[in-house]
C-alpha cells in the first residue's frame, strides 16, 4: 500500500511537471507568433529583427529556433514543436473509409492547432501587409499535400505515384476550405468536424450523378 500511494504521489508530481512545462511551451509559442503579426502589420516583415522579436518577448534568438524555423512561420503560426505523427500513424494504421478518415485527419489537425477568430484575423491583417506571406504558406501548403500523398499510399497500400493518392488527398481542398470560411465566418463558431463531413457527404452525391 505504502509503495502504491508513493507511486501514485510521483506520477501526479510527473504529470504536473510535464502540464506546466507544455503550459509554458504554448504562452512561448503564442507571445512569439502574436507579437511577430503585430510587428509585421506595423513594420513588415523586413521592419524588424528576429532580435527585435525576441528582445519585445522576453527571450533569447536560440529560443525563438527551438519555437520557430522562421519569422514568416511564426507570423502564419506553424511552430518547429507541432507534431502530428501520433494522429498521421493512426490515420495510416486504420482501416476504415479513405475519404472519412482523411477529413477525420485534417479535422483533428486543425483542432490541435488552437486556431481562433482573433488569431485569424491577424494573419490575415499582417499577410495583407506582407503578400509574400501568401506565397510562403503556399510552399508549406504544397508540401504538406506531398506529405500527406505519401500517407495515402502508405495506409492503402499503393505504390509510389498512385494517381488515385494525390486525387483523394486533392480533393479535399474544396471540402475543407470552405468548412473553414464558414468556421471563422461565425459569430458562434459551430462544430467544424459537423461542417466538414456534411460537405464530404454532399461530394459524395454529386460523384453519384
Not at 504536473?16 to 502589420?41: C, G, N, P, Q
Not at 493512426?90 to 475519404?99: E, N, Q, R, S
Not at 494517381?163 to 459551430?190: H, M, N
Amino acid at each position: 500500500m505504502h509503495y502504491r500511494a508513493l507511486g501514485a504521489i510521483l506520477h501526479y508530481v510527473t504529470e504536473s511537471a510535464l502540464s506546466l512545462r507544455d503550459r509554458k511551451t504554448r504562452e512561448t509559442e503564442r507571445v512569439l507568433r502574436r507579437l511577430a503579426r503585430w510587428l509585421t502589420i506595423e513594420h513588415g516583415l523586413a521592419g524588424f529583427t528576429i532580435e527585435e522579436l525576441c528582445t519585445g518577448a522576453g527571450v533569447s534568438r536560440r529560443t525563438f529556433f527551438n519555437y520557430y524555423a522562421s519569422k514568416e512561420n511564426a507570423v502564419l503560426g506553424l511552430p518547429v514543436r507541432s507534431d502530428t505523427t501520433e494522429l498521421d500513424e493512426a490515420f495510416v494504421a486504420g482501416t476504415g473509409p479513405l475519404m472519412e478518415a482523411l477529413v477525420d485527419l485534417l479535422v483533428a489537425r486543425f483542432e490541435r492547432s488552437g486556431l481562433d477568430h482573433t488569431e485569424i484575423a491577424e494573419v490575415i491583417q499582417a499577410a495583407k501587409r506582407e503578400p509574400r506571406l501568401i506565397a510562403h504558406a503556399i510552399e508549406l501548403m504544397e508540401e504538406a499535400v506531398r506529405d500527406d500523398i505519401r500517407l495515402v499510399e502508405r495506409r492503402e497500400g499503393w505504390p509510389a505515384g498512385d494517381r488515385r493518392a494525390a486525387v483523394a488527398v486533392k480533393i479535399l481542398g474544396p471540402i475543407v476550405q470552405p468548412s473553414l470560411e464558414e468556421f471563422f465566418d461565425a459569430d458562434t463558431p459551430p462544430d467544424f468536424r459537423a461542417l466538414a463531413f456534411e460537405r464530404l457527404a454532399t461530394a459524395r452525391t454529386l460523384f453519384a450523378l
